[in-house]
Antibody, heavy 126, light 111 residues
Framework: EVQLVESGGGLVQPGGSLRLSCAASGFTFSSYWMSWVRQAPGKGLEWVANMKPDGSEKYYVDSVKGRVTISRDNAKNSLYLQMNSLRAEDTAVYYC???????????????????WGQGTTVTVSS | QSVLTQPPSASGTPGQRVTISCSGSSSNIGSNTVNWYQQLPGTAPKLLIYTNNQRPSGVPDRFSGSKSGTSASLAISGLQSEDEADYYCAAWDDSLNGHVVFGGGTKVTVL
């Protein structure tokens, strides 16, 4: 069964740090782009970041650039999100998701996020 | 403020057809494919439509997608009570080094 399981969420004070993890199983993790998507309480979805299978390309939403780092360990079938200088507006459920990306000459096509985890909750509050 | 614009709500009675619009720009919908997600209450999102109009295995054919220019739409025909959920459109955006953008979501209510 294809599965993604997030962990690492919790309560953190403003300015603090947190590292989220996502354990993948049931598919060849090292072949897929992976993303993090978040959802603030009562709000819509916001894509946070994604990265190429070999880690050579990473993309971030502007609101987290410089504070958040996406990384992966293909040997451990795991994806990570290191979040620093956390703000109240970072409070959300964070989902790990598998990218459906088709690579073509000169670039790639993003077709969607086809597998999602159940999410882990991050609360930034004093 | 979401980059892609969706109506906040839509509704219909069982059996009716409901359509949700998604408006973007030349840097996202205008130059990339659109995907749609269904989020049932209290659950993670699920990919409903990819590359504008393709359904993943297991998605009923009463869900259909289309795209024209910088806009896209999701149609639910033969509306059922279990379709009551939030629906989001998304696309890759080529501006600012590239990133995924979502619509604000549309809450579908089955009356």
């Amino acid at each position: 069964e294809v599965q993604l399981v997030e962990s690492g969420g919790g309560l953190v004070q403003p300015g603090g740090s947190l590292r989220l993890s996502c354990a993948a199983s049931g598919f060849t993790f090292s072949s897929y782009w992976m993303s993090w998507v978040r959802q603030a309480p009562g709000k819509g979805l916001e894509w946070v970041a994604n990265m190429k299978p070999d880690g050579s390309e990473k993309y971030y939403v502007d609101s987290v650039k410089g504070r958040v780092t996406i990384s992966r360990d293909n040997a451990k079938n795991s994806l990570y999100l290191q979040m620093n200088s956390l703000r109240a507006e970072d409070t959300a459920v964070y989902y790990c998701a598998r990218d459906y990306i088709v690579v073509v000459a000169g670039g790639f096509y993003f077709y969607g996020l086809d597998v999602w985890g159940q999410g882990t909750t991050v609360t930034v509050s004093s | 403020q979401s980059v892609l614009t969706q109506p906040p709500s839509a509704s219909g009675t069982p059996g009716q057809r409901v359509t949700i619009s998604c408006s973007g720009s030349s840097s996202n919908i205008g130059s990339n494919t659109v995907n749609w997600y269904q989020q049932l209450p209290g659950t993670a999102p699920k990919l409903l439509i990819y590359t504008n109009n393709q359904r993943p295995s297991g998605v009923p054919d009463r869900f259909s997608g289309s795209k024209s220019g910088t806009s896209a739409s999701l149609a639910i025909s033969g509306l059922q009570s279990e379709d009551e959920a939030d629906y989001y459109c998304a696309a890759w955006d080529d501006s600012l080094n590239g990133h995924v953008v979502f619509g604000g979501g549309t809450k579908v209510t089955v009356l």
